[in-house]
T-cell receptor, first 112, second 115 residues
Framework: DGGITQSPKYLFRKEGQNVTLSCEQN?????MYWYRQDPGQGLRLIYY???????QKGDIAEGYSVSREKKESFPLTVTSAQKNPTAFYLC???????????FGPGTRLTVL | AQTVTQSQPEMSVQEAETVTLSCTYD???????LFWYKQPPSRQMILVIR??????QNATENRFSVNFQKAAKSFSLKISDSQLGDAAMYFC????????????FGKGTRLHILP
């Protein structure tokens, strides 16, 4: 089955800890994205990557970091510098040439 | 910069009735994509319908259709024969045909289906 997987589905973190959210796709898509969604809100772009070994900051990149060492993978690290990290995180990808964006099932991060 | 506006934070419709969700956008480009995404309680984002700006014909997908008014920069979603499973958050989105551009999302409309 082709698609986007995110793990874990639920993640709990203590204050002051870094945590990494996984996003993997087997759709052979070039571009990958990370969004944050707060309750009752829309999506805000954190980081995106058009090609391997390159990525750009989105609208709310502070306190987050990413890497794109492989086409299939785009992990997001939520660092201790992120002051309010409790949220729902969505990963997405688009094929070469752009167009429709496809989403993973999301990760719910809770800071204890 | 492009913007997407959904002016209806919440809407309700009786089961089996028809409802229209509004979306307007602002852009100086002539070619682009427009989308409606559905986010049910599971929070999975699901593509409902897609429209290419160069196509004059309105896109349809079963009970879902759009009214694309390019000059007015309007892109409304019509849901016919509403079903309980249609209850969700609906997001309108814009994307340039420039492959390096990101998608711009509206803030969403929460749709309630009344039995």
């Amino acid at each position: 089955d082709g698609g986007i997987t995110q793990s874990p589905k639920y993640l709990f973190r203590k204050e002051g800890q870094n945590v990494t959210l996984s996003c993997e796709q087997n759709l052979n898509h070039d571009a990958m994205y990370w969004y944050r969604q707060d309750p009752g809100q829309g999506l805000r772009l954190i980081y995106y990557s058009q090609i391997v070994n390159d990525f750009q900051k989105g609208d709310i990149a502070e306190g987050y970091s990413v890497s794109r060492e492989k086409k299939e993978s785009f992990p997001l690290t939520v660092t201790s510098a992120q002051k309010n990290p409790t949220a729902f995180y969505l990963c997405a990808s688009t094929p070469r040439g752009g167009g429709t964006q496809y989403f993973g099932p999301g990760t719910r991060l809770t800071v204890l | 910069a492009q913007t997407v506006t959904q002016s209806q934070p919440e809407m309700s419709v009786q089961e089996a009735e028809t409802v229209t969700l509004s979306c307007t956008y602002d852009t100086s480009e002539s070619d682009y994509y427009l989308f409606w995404y559905k986010q049910p309680p599971s929070r999975q984002m699901i593509l409902v319908i897609r429209q290419e700006a160069y196509k004059q014909q309105n896109a349809t997908e079963n009970r879902f259709s759009v009214n694309f008014q390019k000059a007015a920069k309007s892109f409304s979603l019509k849901i016919s024969d509403s079903q309980l499973g249609d209850a969700a958050m609906y997001f309108c989105a814009y994307r340039s045909t420039n492959r390096d551009d990101k998608i711009i999302f509206g803030k969403g409309t929460r749709l309630h289906i009344l039995p």
